[in-house]
C-alpha cells in the first residue's frame, strides 16, 4: 500500500511562505491524480489542491492565486507552495490521493500555524 510522509510545516506570520512536500513511498507515475488536503481544528478534512499525472491543477476558491501543486517523478514527491498565507490557512496538512483518498494510507501531516 502507497504511504505519505509530509513535511515543512512551520509557524508563519500573515504574508508569509511555506512549501510542503509530500514524499511517496512507490512511484507516482502511476497516481494519476494527487491531492494536498487539510483539517483545521474542529473541522472536517478537505481538498485544496490536486494535481494530474500530466499536470492539470486545480485548486478551491480559497488557495486559489496563493498556493501553488506541483510534483516531481523522479523524487516521488509532490510540493504544495504556499504563499500570502492568512491566519484561516491554520491547519495539519496532509497529501493522498484524489479526488478519493486512500483511507488507510494516511500520513501523519505537517502542522501549518499562521499567527503574528
Known amino acids: 500500500q502507497v504511504q505519505f510522509v509530509e513535511s515543512g510545516g512551520a509557524l508563519v506570520h500573515p504574508g508569509g511562505s511555506l512549501r510542503l512536500s509530500c514524499e511517496v513511498s512507490r512511484s507516482i507515475l502511476g497516481l494519476l491524480i494527487m491531492g494536498w488536503y487539510r483539517q483545521a481544528p474542529g473541522k472536517q478534512r478537505d481538498l485544496v489542491a490536486r494535481i494530474t499525472s500530466g499536470g492539470s491543477t486545480t485548486y478551491v476558491d480559497s488557495v486559489k492565486g496563493r498556493f501553488t501543486i506541483s510534483r516531481d517523478s523522479a523524487k516521488n514527491t509532490v510540493y504544495l507552495q504556499m504563499n500570502s498565507l492568512k491566519p484561516e490557512d491554520t491547519a495539519v496538512y496532509y497529501c493522498?490521493?484524489?479526488?478519493?483518498?486512500?483511507?488507510?494510507?494516511w500520513g501523519q501531516g505537517t502542522q501549518v500555524t499562521v499567527s503574528s
Open positions: 493522498n490521493l484524489a479526488p478519493s483518498a486512500c483511507s488507510t494510507c
